[in-house]
């Protein structure tokens, strides 16, 4: 087994050598010529971003994903749409019971 010391090394030396194959592709004044303009193909971001894509194709629907979309967009709509209804159904009955005058009511032009 390795010790630590010959674990850092040897990713230090990982860690040089891409740090030396990243300097070399992007500093190449010649890699016009190959069609490769500019950056470096990463391929851990390259699966993340197909991974980001093709999320949908492998999503399975299970009791937990239920429960946070029920909590983080089902329940706030519904939620604030029934106090927006309480206030102003409250809001109406002043109205109409002559709790509020006329000139203190609000949004009395629409």
């Not at 010529?33 to 391929?43: C, K, M, P, R, T």
């Amino acid at each position: 087994m390795p010790t630590p010391e010959q674990v850092q090394q040897d990713k230090a030396a990982r860690r040089a050598a891409l740090r030396t194959e990243y300097w070399r592709t992007m500093t190449n004044p010649h890699a016009h010529l190959h069609g490769e303009s500019g950056g470096v193909y990463d391929l851990g971001l390259a699966r993340f971003q197909a991974m980001r894509v093709s999320n949908f194709e492998h999503f399975k629907p299970t009791g937990r994903s239920f429960k946070i979309g029920m909590l983080t967009v089902v329940l706030p709509i519904v939620g604030y749409a029934w106090m927006l209804k309480r206030e102003r159904d409250a809001r109406e009955a002043q109205y109409r019971t002559g709790q509020v005058a006329y000139k203190d009511r609000r949004f009395k032009f629409i």
